[in-house]
């Protein structure tokens, strides 16, 4: 037995709540031709004669299988969709309601894309998915360390690690599924430093024979809500020129020199963007570019073909999230207009930021002590410098009060969606 029919094997748990439905279905149909009775051939005239024996008010009696009716068709609707449910997804039968209005909700959210990698992406992208479910994150390819790296290099595939983050941040799933995939082996001849995620990636990539068919399925096991693409499909590495003239090749590298960026490229130069990416930016309703590093994690992407161009095109509203701190060997020094500066002239100069978000919430001493000792420090908010690029400064207390100095994911989330919201206005 096969398909539809399937439904009525013994032992599915939803043929007494259809036919419960189909009773009150009849029960309801009854009571509404008992209530509108006219007398108007002889098959009703008895029909009439026999109510009239039984029961006192015939439309007392309609009224009363008209309410059981539609009581029991909304039981058996009840009854049966959680007996799928509890099939389907156990943890939610009890918040059904809330589960269908959550989703409903987010469906009808504003067109997010989000542009970078890094624990910056992830960060933000676990505050957005609550007001939205229409996000596309589009992610850097170009990590060439770690463990990603070391698949990258052996396996020959794009490297995994900023897409995994993505997914489980995008993910609509239980933590314990959360914690596997983002697992990382402490041990093991040739497993030590691997992610369990990344080799999940890479597994799925080489059974399906494809890097997209891989995400997509990694999408459908963590319940993502939204898209996550590379940025390009071509195997691209980072370059780096310094001030000084020199270069290196290789994103796990650009910090180490510890010398002053002049400018990123990607190589080779003309790796296409994915289109479902371009699409994505055409379509939107904001577009986010960071929070995450700022030559390694948000200006690759920019330097990817028509990236740039698309974006400018695009009329949603576009904004940079400034970095809280300064990374060594890569942003030291650099004010939150240094960093503005950078992206607008990766971009060609191209108009492809409207707002920037500054954080002005002060650290406390401990956290100062244990970045400052790191060579990392706060962002300098200055905001006229910003307004001299043409874009528009937003400052505002957005740090998470943990241990790790980083962006507060919720408040973070709801000062873009008041953007978008205050943007819809103006137009």
Not at 285 to 310: A, F, Q
């Amino acid at each position: 037995m096969k398909g539809r029919y399937r439904w009525l094997i013994p032992g599915m748990g939803v043929k007494r709540w259809i036919a419960l439905m189909i009773l009150g279905v009849l029960l309801f149909t009854l009571g509404i031709i008992i209530w509108d009775y006219r007398v108007s051939s002889p098959a009703e005239a008895r029909l009439l004669r026999l109510l009239n024996q039984y029961v006192s008010s015939v439309p007392a009696a309609a009224a009363v299988l008209i309410v059981v009716g539609v009581g029991l068709g909304c039981l058996g609707v009840r009854n049966l969709i959680r007996s799928i449910i509890e099939v389907v997804s156990p943890d939610e039968v009890d918040d059904l309601a809330e589960v269908v209005y959550r989703r409903r909700s987010l469906g009808r959210g504003p067109r997010i894309v989000v542009i970078g990698g890094g624990t910056g992406l992830s960060t933000l992208l676990r505050g957005l998915k609550d007001y939205s479910s229409n996000i596309t994150a589009v992610v850097t390819v170009a990590d060439d360390g770690g463990s990603s790296g070391r698949i990258r290099e052996e396996l020959g595939i794009l490297p995994p690690g900023d897409i995994r983050n993505t997914l489980v941040a995008l993910a609509d799933t239980e933590p314990l599924m959360e914690r596997l995939f983002q697992y990382r082996f402490s041990w093991g001849e040739g497993l030590t430093g691997h992610s369990f995620g990344n080799l999940f990636i890479a597994a799925m990539t080489d059974i399906t024979g494809d890097f997209e068919t891989a995400i997509r399925q990694f999408s459908k096991v963590l319940a993502v809500r939204g898209v996550v693409l590379p940025s390009t499909l071509a195997k691209v590495k980072l370059k780096a020129t310094y001030t000084d003239g020199s270069e290196v090749i290789g994103e796990s590298k650009i910090p180490e020199a510890g010398k002053r960026i002049a400018s990123v490229s990607l190589v080779p130069r003309n790796a296409e963007a994915h289109p479902e990416a371009l699409e994505a930016i055409e379509n939107a309703d904001m577009i986010v570019l960071g929070p995450g590093s700022l030559y390694t994690s948000v200006i690759p992407n920019l330097l990817v073909g028509r990236v740039c161009e698309v974006l400018e095109r695009s009329k949603a509203v576009k904004v940079y999230v400034c970095n809280v701190m300064t990374q060594p060997g890569e942003t030291d020094q650099m004010s939150a207009a240094d960093h503005v500066r950078a992206v607008l002239q990766h971009a060609g100069q191209r108009k492809i930021i409207d707002y920037v978000l500054i954080n002005n919430q002060s650290l406390t001493p401990d956290q100062a002590r244990k970045y400052g000792s790191e060579d990392s420090y706060p962002v300098k908010a200055d905001v006229s410098q910003v307004k001299k690029h043409g874009v528009i400064p937003i400052v505002a207390p957005m740090l998470d009060q943990g241990e790790f100095v980083r962006h507060d994911s919720q408040a973070l989330a709801k000062a873009l969606i008041n953007l978008v919201i205050e943007s819809k206005y103006l137009r």
